[in-house]
């Protein structure tokens, strides 16, 4: 079946630091990859997505790129806000016939002034 | 344009009782999910709904969890008899329907069973 695994946290950085979140994943055929985020309080919010292999989603500073040969799809940003402070979802979907996601077990990111 | 709407955000139960969470998905969203979160984990697939059909629920506990989405009004996700395992968040999504790969989540219901 499916699995995603990815970074355990909590990961605590300084503002403006470098983020890398490692997210490895599992599956049958040619997922497609997702990057969720959720703030506190809030429910779960589409950060990026990629479709394909090579392909790289991007939003709001936030970068990944799908790679199949390592099956993986780390998220990544080079200067990091207060404002980034949440829970961070790897996410993959098979798309066929619908979009059930399989989840990764989050990874809390909190950034410090 | 409102979002995907869910209540209640807290519902307290005791052992036994039953539980209903609602949820209401965005204008135009006809496809449904139904997500659970336990403390300190990702969210775990349990069920999901085109109106009036029940599509997937591999995901659910073959007891006392069940799900509708009615023609008219919202989607319900009940739990009877609750146990304190039941204690979690529980997450609906919804989709227009084409495969367009993003699924909108509401706020989460919170369940607390004493």
């Known amino acids: 079946g499916n699995s995603v695994t990815q970074m355990e946290g909590p990961v605590t950085l300084s503002e403006e630091a470098f983020l890398t979140i490692n997210c490895t994943y599992t599956?049958?055929?040619?997922?497609?990859l997702f990057w969720y985020v959720q703030y506190p309080g809030e429910g779960l919010q589409l950060l990026l997505k990629?479709?394909?292999?090579?392909d790289k989603g991007s939003n709001k500073g936030f970068e990944a790129t799908y790679r199949k040969e390592t099956t993986s799809f780390h998220l990544e940003k080079g200067s990091v806000q207060v404002s980034d402070s949440a829970v961070y979802f790897c996410?993959?979907?098979?798309?066929?016939?619908?979009?059930?996601?399989?989840f990764g077990t989050g990874t809390r990111l909190t950034i410090i002034p | 344009n409102a979002g995907v709407m869910q209540n209640p955000r807290h519902l307290v139960r005791r052992r036994g009782q039953e539980a209903r969470l609602r949820c209401s998905p965005m204008?135009?969203?006809?496809?449904v999910y139904w997500y659970r979160q336990l403390p300190e984990e990702g969210l775990k697939f349990m069920v999901y709904l085109q109106k009036e059909n029940i599509i997937d629920e591999s995901g659910m506990p073959k007891e006392r969890f069940s799900a509708e989405f009615p023609k008219e009004g919202p989607s319900i996700l009940r739990i009877q008899q609750v146990v304190r395992g039941d204690s979690a968040a529980y997450f609906c999504a919804s989709s227009p329907g084409a495969v367009s790969g993003e699924l909108f989540f509401g706020e989460g219901s919170r369940l607390t069973v004493l």
């Open positions: 204008k135009g969203h006809s496809h």
């Open positions: 599956a049958t055929g040619y997922p497609s």
């Open positions: 996410a993959l979907s098979d798309l066929v016939g619908n979009e059930k996601l399989t």
């Open positions: 990629a479709t394909k292999a090579d």
